[in-house]
């Protein structure tokens, strides 16, 4: 049984005293391919620092919304850079956070475009975060031409609508530790519509940990617990989804199943 974590932030400090137990524990788990994704400039560093030393793990970078705001003009050309190494396998996180806000929502926007644009010249998609602000995303990322590169709307939490907005213009949906939440039940009920060849499974780790884990720090052996109530709520053999999922993970970052790793 073969599982992928299509998004997590592995390089990160809260992993720092025993990152490699949680790589272990992951691959004895079954996880296959695990991508580690930069919030900001220095974040993304980290992020591809660590697939250089690790083997199945690959990398997205880019500057989050929450960081837009200290986004520098020399940024963009040094992400670009970075872009072009082949261990990364998308430009994120980057997207629109009006939830919390931390940085002017019309400096998000232009982080957003500059990222798109940049996403366009390197040839590779888009991991995208999104809270509250799904009627601003369709409509940028359709002025952009963001289709042209796709990619994955991370931990989607929104309603059918916006979801089918996404699936027309060519995006996967990937689902985090809050599809397990009781509390989920509308989320549940738009994941049962989506097309299964459309869906990622994903940790978010060390956040959002799945219910029977939750209150503890996440880790990529838990993206399980979401393959499980996946497998349920599509009415499949946990086997048979984990194998729909690899497949939509290599199309989605267009890699090949005996490629990079
Ligand atoms: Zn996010
Ligand atoms: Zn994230």
Redesign the pocket.
């Given at each position: 049984m073969s599982l992928v974590d299509a998004h997590c932030h592995l390089h990160m400090d809260d992993y720092k005293g025993d990152r490699g137990e949680v790589i272990q524990r992951a691959k004895e788990e079954g996880v296959v391919h695990m991508v580690t994704v930069g919030i900001d400039l220095s974040d993304s560093k980290g992020a591809l620092a660590l697939t250089q030393k690790e083997k199945g793990i690959l990398c997205a970078v880019g500057v989050h919304p929450h960081a837009a705001r200290r986004m520098g003009n020399d940024d963009l050309r040094v992400l670009e850079e970075m872009a072009r190494h082949p261990a990364v396998v998308a430009i994120g996180?980057v997207g629109l956070d009006y939830y919390r806000d931390l940085s002017p929502r019309e400096t998000q926007r232009e982080v957003l475009i500059g990222q798109i644009g940049l996403a366009k010249s390197v040839g590779k998609p888009l991991v995208i975060?999104c809270r509250d602000a799904y009627r601003d995303l369709v409509r940028i990322l359709r002025a952009q031409g963001a289709q042209e590169v796709g990619g994955m709307i991370?931990?989607f939490s929104g309603g059918w609508n916006a979801a089918r907005a996404f699936l027309d213009m060519g995006f996967y949906l990937s689902f985090a530790g809050p599809l397990t939440y009781p509390k989920s039940r509308e989320l549940r009920e738009v994941f049962k519509k989506i097309p299964n060849h459309r869906i990622l499974m994903e940790t978010?780790a060390p956040f959002l940990s799945p219910q029977p884990v939750r209150g503890r720090r996440n880790e990529p052996a838990f993206v399980v617990y979401t393959y499980q109530e996946g497998a349920r709520l599509k009415g499949l053999e946990l086997e048979e989804w984990c194998l729909v999922v690899e497949e939509n993970f290599y199309k989605a970052f267009r890699i090949s199943s005996w490629g990079i790793v």
């Open positions: 996180e975060h991370h931990c978010d």
